[in-house]
Structure formats: structure tokens, C-alpha cells
């Protein structure tokens, strides 16, 4: 499998386009895909069980989701106080903690920090499972740095003059696929954003929408990410609403900030 992330056309005449963190032949991949945002909690020592009714309770937490259980699940997980660096880092062992550090990690790595090599490295320390941190940055090295000359990008991940890039990931559930004190594998579904912003853009802002699924240690107090895989969709109907110009969603960008806790 390929790491590259792709920002091609969908199809001939589709101006969509997937989100640059992929992994994958031709699946775009995250911790995000382009996956991305990020802040954190005191980090609780010792093993507790995640054993309480409430995290019995709740195993995931979506969109459109009322009913007791996963009411109880989202009760359950509670923001991280600690930053490392801009990711988000101190969960608490349970799997609602886990489900947390998924969802932000994915949006930590989906950032367009993460086109900034000294930056991108400290992200991927930040989060990466110790086993794993050497592995993880040569990857996110070769996708990235392939990305930067797609989208047009200096070496330092600027964009040309005049325009703006935006790569953004937008979790919109998280669900928990296995769980143990030790280890956890969560499945995030959202959205990411990626393309260039301004007049005159050949690489307009798009969206797309993936699901990445996370394998994550407990190591060091805290949830380390291990490895991560990433599909396209499930994609909603799209056309509910008339597309923006490129002034609005450039000015857009400048005053809206990026998200740094998901969950």
C-alpha cells in the first residue's frame, strides 16, 4: 500500500477531491485525512478499569444518536487539560478516553501544520505510540512533502501569494471497534476540507469524506497512536446548498480558527 496522499480528481470533470492524508492505493488515508485540528488533561496514572457503568453504557458517539446509551458514552468522556505542543494529549484509560484521543489525533495529523516539517514532526511525537513514533514520521514525511507540490506549497507549506490553504479535518462520529485497558481500535467518520482559498484558484476548497480507523497503545499514561488505515465515505447527499465564492471562503479561513478538541 501506498502512503502518498492524492489530491486528483475524482473523475474525469469531478472537481472533488480527495483529502491529502491518504494512505492507500487510491484510499485516502488520515489520522486524519487531512484529518485535522487540535488540547488536553492531567493524565491519570495507574491502570484504572474502564469498567463503570457508564463506560459500559456508551461505546461510540455519532450524529443523530439519542437514546440512553450513547448519551452515556459522550457523559462519560471528558476534554483533555494538556497540550503538547497543539495536540491534545492526557485521556483518561477508559474507552470514551480512547474515542478521544482517535478523534483528535485524526484531526492533529488532517492539519495544514502538518505540510510544515518542523511542525509535523512534533505532531507526530506528540501522539505516536513509542514502538511506532520512527515509522510514523517517515510516513507522514512521504506523503506529505508529495502533497506540498501538488497543492503548489513552498518547502515550509506556504501557500502562492494571494492565496490561502486549507487543509482541515472534521470528525463527525467515533465508534469503538475493540477495547482493552491496553489497547483500543476506534473508527473515525467525518469529513476533511483541503484545497487552495482566494481568486484564481486552480485547486478550489473541496470536501471529502472518509472513515479512519485507529489502532492505539496505553504507554506513558496515555493513548499512543500505533497505526492507522483509511477508506472513503459513507458520503451524505450532497447539492443542499449553492457553493460559495472564493473571496467568501477565503475570508472565511481567516476568521474562522481551527477546532483543537474533537471530542
Known amino acids: 500500500m501506498s502512503d502518498a496522499p492524492v489530491a486528483p480528481e475524482r473523475a474525469a470533470g469531478d472537481p472533488r477531491r480527495r483529502h491529502p492524508v491518504a494512505s492507500g492505493a487510491g484510499v485516502v488515508v488520515v489520522i486524519l485525512v487531512?484529518?485535522?485540528?487540535?488540547?488536553?488533561?492531567?493524565?491519570?496514572?495507574g491502570a484504572p478499569a474502564e469498567d463503570s457503568a457508564?463506560?459500559?453504557a456508551g461505546t461510540s458517539s455519532g450524529v443523530g444518536k439519542t437514546s440512553p446509551r450513547s448519551t452515556a458514552g459522550i457523559a462519560a468522556?471528558?476534554?483533555?487539560?494538556?497540550?503538547?505542543?497543539?495536540?491534545?494529549?492526557?485521556?483518561?484509560?477508559?474507552?470514551?478516553?480512547?474515542?478521544?484521543?482517535a478523534a483528535n489525533y485524526a484531526t492533529a495529523y488532517g492539519s495544514s501544520d502538518m505540510f510544515r516539517p518542523a511542525v509535523r514532526r512534533a505532531i507526530v511525537e506528540s501522539m505516536a505510540d513509542p514502538g511506532s513514533k520512527a515509522g510514523l514520521l517517515a510516513r507522514a514525511d512521504t506523503a506529505f512533502q508529495a502533497q506540498t507540490a501538488v497543492f503548489g506549497l513552498d518547502a515550509d507549506g506556504n501557500a502562492p501569494k494571494g492565496?490561502?490553504?486549507?487543509?482541515r479535518a472534521l470528525p463527525v462520529g467515533t465508534?469503538?471497534?475493540?477495547?482493552?485497558?491496553?489497547?483500543?481500535?476506534?473508527?473515525?467518520?467525518?469529513?476533511?476540507?483541503?484545497?487552495?482559498?482566494?481568486?484564481?484558484?486552480?485547486?478550489?476548497?473541496?470536501?471529502?469524506?472518509?472513515?479512519?480507523?485507529?489502532?492505539?497503545?496505553?504507554?506513558?499514561?496515555?493513548?499512543?497512536?500505533?497505526?492507522?488505515?483509511?477508506?472513503?465515505?459513507?458520503?451524505?447527499?450532497?447539492g443542499l446548498q449553492t457553493a460559495s465564492g472564493a473571496e467568501d471562503i477565503a475570508k472565511a479561513v481567516r476568521e474562522f480558527e481551527e477546532l483543537r478538541y474533537a471530542r
Open 77 to 101: 468522556a471528558r476534554p483533555p487539560a494538556a497540550l503538547a505542543g497543539t495536540v491534545p494529549v492526557g485521556y483518561p484509560r477508559t474507552r470514551e478516553g480512547a474515542q478521544s484521543a
Open 175 to 238: 465508534k469503538s471497534v475493540a477495547y482493552t485497558p491496553d489497547s483500543a481500535t476506534v473508527e473515525v467518520w467525518g469529513a476533511g476540507l483541503v484545497g487552495l482559498a482566494g481568486a484564481g484558484s486552480t485547486k478550489p476548497v473541496s470536501e471529502a469524506w472518509t472513515t479512519t480507523t485507529l489502532r492505539l497503545s496505553w504507554a506513558d499514561d496515555d493513548w499512543k497512536l500505533v497505526d492507522f488505515t483509511q477508506k472513503e465515505g459513507p458520503t451524505p447527499v450532497g
Open 34 to 45: 487531512v484529518v485535522l485540528t487540535l488540547a488536553y488533561a492531567s493524565r491519570r496514572s
Open 54 to 56: 457508564a463506560s459500559r
Open 163 to 167: 492565496l490561502s490553504f486549507v487543509c
